[in-house]
Structure formats: structure tokens, C-alpha cells
């Protein structure tokens, strides 16, 4: 035999026994398995990403037009009706704002469907209404007026973000 051969075969040699492949096989294939398993449970927590936003989103529409509707039925007169409606608006209003709050819950401040600023002005304007209600003094129609368009404006925020 030449050297030239005799060097060849100190390369040949296996550097892993028929045991050590085995295992390495067997690795391999628990990785793989592991980074499927990881894959779809990724994909799963997205899509259930997406399902809850839309959720929430199409409830807070849901409530911001019933709320207009039930504002839309009051008087500018204080009248039996008015307080029961006042009450469905604020129930509105405030499934609203808990809705809002989970977002911002599941995903951070950046998650707020809509600014926290409309809703302490849909309940000022709710507790304003309420005053002149009890007092029953004056005209309603201006405390009406400024809830509806609140609401009206909450309503093409989340318009917006559709």
C-alpha cells in the first residue's frame, strides 16, 4: 500500500459509533416534533388573537349604536321614560369602557380600542344629564345633544380602526 492510501484510510474511520447515531436520530426527530408542536400552538394563540379583537371590537360597536339609538329615543323633555333610558345609555357606556379595559389587559396600553378620554366624557356628560333629570328644571336638549355626540364620535373611532 502507498502512503497516499494508508492516509485515506485514517479518514474513513466513523466518528460516531452505530449507538451515537441512533440517539442523534432520535434528537433530531424529538426537535423536529417539538418545533411542530411549538408551531401550531403558535398559530392557535394567533388566530385566537385575532377572534377576541374582533370580538371585542364588534361588541363595543354593538353597544356605542345601541346606545345612540337610546339616546336618539329621548326627549328634550324630562319625562317618566327618561331616567330608564338615561340608565340603559350608562349600561351601554360602561360595557364599553370593560370591554376596552380587557384589551387593554390582553394586550397593553396599546391595545385601548378606544381613549380613555371618551369615556370619562361619556360619563360626564351622563351625570350632567342626570342632574338636570332630577332637577327637572330646564331643557334636556343640550345635555342631549352633547351625549349624542360623544357617542357619535366614539362611534367613528372604532369605525376607524375596523
Known sequence: MSRYT???QQFNTPVMNKKGQRVLVILCAVLLAAALVLSAVVVRTAVFKSNTDKQLSQRM????SDAIAEV???SSVINSGTATRLGIVRQYVYAMDQYNQISIALHGRSGALA???AFDALYND???FETLTQTATSSTLDARTLLLTHLTNLQLV????K
Open 115 to 117: 381613549p380613555q378620554e
Open 158 to 161: 372604532l369605525d376607524a380602526q
Open 126 to 128: 351622563i351625570q350632567q
Open 6 to 8: 494508508q492516509g485515506m
Open 61 to 64: 360597536m354593538n353597544c356605542v
Open 72 to 74: 336618539n329615543r329621548m
